[in-house]
């Protein structure tokens, strides 16, 4: 089964926005466009329910049920318990409170470990521990592919190692790394696993269960959602951490971790992404399954969609040898988040795409220390161009002839 293309990007009003036609783009890593059925929440929720929810009231139960709802939906999908869904501004400042946590709860002495293959959210917070008399650990990547090969954790991982923090997938190399395989490294000296899932979750809702991560984070205006960052902490560590938000709340599960008021119509309309993927699954499958399976099938229609039409791209820019392709060379290791080094900087490239109709950008996307580790000047930085499944293969042809052009 394909996935019917026309059907996706009809959820999607930005394909029919007038100020938006003739244009491409390839920038999916820094924000998605979000689907109709998020918007439609998002606009009934300040329409209808845009007062204090929970109160004694309809408009206010009605706002309290709404983000109840995209709590538990969400919750399904990720096969975790709906306590253990938090919502935050972004995953930054969910990273960041997550750390306080941390250096409350741990020894000095402790080490923490962290890669460089990291998006500066889910490094630079725990790398400050530091200053707290904390060890910070760096399992490194290949110079050369940006790999993180296992065996550099294996010889970091002793009985001192309390946390270990890696990414699903790098925001500029794009390999998918094999996030069982390390949870279970990670649990193996006792220590808790926290998952950047940033730069995946775009590309299908993952079950976090089974992925065995303690913690797992991500944005969900880069998953067709609203500006939001979410946060799975599974039940056995929120416990075990100290309350980070109000006094009074420090018994529930779902506030101890969000210390400023959190946007009601945003958390409401973050249920919109459940209706999408419910949408798709039921144009594609059509049975009556689990939220898990549902989220698993359309993982699955998404991935083969960005397969196809990724490896016509990759193939382009391994013919060029005036270009250095950041990460595997083939379709099926990665991620469509497809970064390479040119002569010029990358931001300049980007600029005479734009001129063309296509979208995308230059730099160093936060990943500073990613860059330096592949021996790239971050100033330089890099042309990073990203999609997701509602991209087709027009799209990238325009992408390919634009690149054909400018470079």
Not at 248 to 259: E, H, I, S, V, Y
């Amino acid at each position: 089964m394909k996935l019917d293309l026309e059907f996706v990007r009809a959820q999607f009003p930005a394909f029919a926005e007038p100020s938006l036609q003739g244009q491409v783009f390839f920038e999916n890593a820094g924000g998605s466009f979000a689907c109709g059925q998020v918007i439609d929440r998002l606009g009934r929720f300040y329409r209808e329910r845009k007062v204090q929810p929970y109160a004694p009231y309809e408009a206010a139960r009605l706002g309290g049920a709404e983000m109840d709802e995209a709590r538990d939906r969400l919750a399904a999908m990720l096969g975790v318990l709906p306590d253990e869904v938090n919502f935050g501004p972004s995953t930054s400042a969910n990273t960041y409170v997550l750390a306080q946590a941390f250096r409350a709860m741990l020894k000095p002495g402790d080490a923490i470990i962290v890669t460089n293959q990291d998006h500066e959210a889910n490094s630079g917070v725990w790398r400050r521990l530091v200053d707290f008399e904390f060890e910070i650990r760096e399992w490194k990547i290949d110079p050369a592919s940006g790999h993180l090969p296992l065996e550099r954790l294996v010889a970091l991982l002793d009985e001192r190692v309390k946390l270990v923090c890696f990414p699903h997938v790098s925001n500029v190399v794009g390999e998918i790394n094999p996030v069982r395989e390390i949870c279970d490294l990670v649990h193996g000296v006792g220590a808790v696993a926290c998952v950047d899932g940033v730069s995946f979750v775009p590309h299908g809702f993952p079950n976090v269960g089974e992925l065995g991560a303690d913690v797992y984070l991500f944005s969900a205006y880069k998953a067709y959602g609203p500006h939001q960052g979410i946060m799975v902490l599974r039940a056995g560590l929120n416990a075990r951490l100290p309350n980070q938000g109000h006094y009074f709340n420090g018994d529930l599960a779902g506030k101890r971790f969000t210390p400023a008021g959190p946007d009601h119509a945003q958390i409401a309309a973050c249920a919109g992404m459940a209706d999408y993927v419910d949408t798709v699954h039921v144009r594609h499958f059509g049975d009556e399954v689990g939220a898990p399976v549902r989220a698993a099938r359309v993982l699955k229609l998404q991935s083969e969609a960005e397969q196809r039409v990724l490896e016509p791209l990759l193939g382009y820019l391994r013919g060029r040898n005036d270009l250095r392709l950041i990460g595997p060379a083939v379709a099926g290791a990665r991620v469509p988040t497809v970064a390479v080094l040119a002569a010029r900087p990358g931001e300049e490239i980007s600029v005479e795409l734009g001129k063309l109709g296509v979208n995308c950008w230059g730099g160093d996307f936060y990943a500073v220390r990613v860059l330096q580790g592949l021996g790239i000047d971050p100033w330089h930085g890099v042309l990073r161009m990203s999609f997701v499944h509602y991209t087709s293969a027009e799209d990238v042809a325009r992408l390919i002839a634009g690149l054909d052009r400018v470079l």
